[in-house]
């Protein structure tokens, strides 16, 4: 059986004092979430003081990206290094925002996913069609491209140890939510896909839906067979809408 995660990843929204509340309010109903384990992502500044308020809880906290580099002259850069001293036990690598408005490439993502991995971070690889190529129906070969340029780089066995995030790009952001038929079919082509390679890997790994995730859809995708939780971006930005997710997965 493998646990649900249910994931927030806050993208670029926060300030010092909505941090502080919207951890408070996810701490308070975590123990209610049942079996779900729950991560946060926040933007990068405030890492630290999740990992300060979240310290003995059960919910963990990941990075939102990181970077391919280990050290060095790279400015702007955060490394998986400096991550894991911060307590993050995820990585989100390759989201489809990182992908479209900063030009990061298969390749370039399956070099933060190996960064990640690394220094011990599990890595969330995100992956999903364009809606423009849905339309072509293409989406198993956009999504089948993605997760080879990690397979090439990293092996296998490596994706037994990560997270998949399958995000249809048309669904980000959109209220516009995948059916769970639609998501179900992409997941479990993905399964299959990593069981031609290795059947445990297959089996063992997570693969979160993205898109659009509210309380009153996340239940229905949760039940399908091949979806182990979700990766939950607008509504994790309010502790009932985000717990409310994270109970449907329990
Ligand atoms: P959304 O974002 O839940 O706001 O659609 C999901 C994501 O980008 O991970």
């Not at 959109?174 to 297959?202: C, E, M, N, Y």
């Amino acid at each position: 059986m493998r646990q649900t995660l249910v994931a927030g990843n806050w993208k670029l929204n926060g300030s010092l004092q909505s941090v502080k509340e919207l951890i408070s309010g996810i701490k308070a109903g975590a123990a209610d979430a049942g079996g779900t384990q729950i991560a946060v992502c926040p933007p990068f500044v405030y890492i630290p003081l999740v990992s300060e308020l979240l310290a003995g809880s059960s919910v963990a906290w990941g990075s939102q990206d990181v970077s391919d580099q280990e050290s060095g002259a790279f400015t702007g850069e955060i490394s998986a290094a400096m991550l894991k001293d911060f307590g993050c036990r995820y990585a989100i690598v390759g989201h489809s925002e990182r992908r479209a408005l900063y030009a990061e490439d298969d390749e370039f993502t399956a070099r933060k996913f190996a960064a990640a991995r690394k220094s011990g971070l599990i890595p969330i690889l995100c992956v999903g069609e364009t809606l423009e190529e849905r339309e072509q129906g293409i989406t198993e070969q956009v999504v089948e491209r993605q997760l080879d340029a990690v397979i090439k780089l990293e092996g296998i066995a490596a994706l037994g140890e990560a997270v998949i995030a399958y995000e249809p790009v048309w669904a980000i952001g959109t209220g516009k939510t995948a059916s769970p038929q639609q998501a179900q079919d992409v997941h479990a082509f993905i399964r299959a896909k990593l069981a031609g390679l290795d059947k445990a890997v297959a089996d063992k790994v997570q693969i979160l839906y993205g898109g659009s995730v509210k309380g009153s859809n996340a239940a229905e995708l949760f039940a399908m067979q091949d979806i182990d939780g979700g990766l939950i971006g607008g509504a994790s930005l309010n502790a009932a809408d985000f717990l409310a997710i994270c109970k449907a997965g329990g």
